[in-house]
């Protein structure tokens, strides 16, 4: 078992370490995806901890995304980004202080949609290349 294990953890962190940028910022909002609803289920279960940990791995993400952002070409779009991002974690922070699942159901289908659209993003330069 151990040495199931060991190969796992050794597959993700190559995974990661081999990731192009794109594929990490799949990665990240995958990641989103899956915390915020296992914040959402925490809620629900009222499991305080599960609750905050999962909400602020999903806002630390967000950050990330934000600070990665190029700001160097197409400003104006780059912004209206980050002004998305900046809502989803302000929302989730709202949603963890006030434990509020009507508000992650209001969050969990943009950060869906962030996430796809990458996704479709991601597949048309694939395609080009």
Wanted: glycine share 4%; proline share 1%; charged share 25%.
């Amino acid at each position: 078992m151990n040495n199931y294990i060991n190969g796992y953890n050794a597959y993700k962190n190559n995974s990661v370490n081999y990731a192009s940028k794109e594929q990490l910022l799949l990665m990240l909002l995958d990641g989103a995806v899956k915390y915020s609803k296992i914040g959402k289920q925490a809620i629900i279960d009222g499991d305080v901890k599960k609750r905050h940990e999962n909400l602020v791995k999903t806002q630390d993400i967000f950050y990330e995304l934000i600070i990665s952002l190029d700001r160097s070409t197409n400003l104006e779009w780059i912004d209206g980004l980050a002004g998305v991002y900046e809502f989803i974690n302000s929302r989730l922070m709202e949603a963890n202080i006030k434990c509020d699942v009507a508000i992650m159901d209001e969050v969990i289908p943009l950060i869906e949609d962030i996430r796809n659209m990458w996704y479709e993003a991601h597949k048309i330069s694939s395609k080009q290349k």
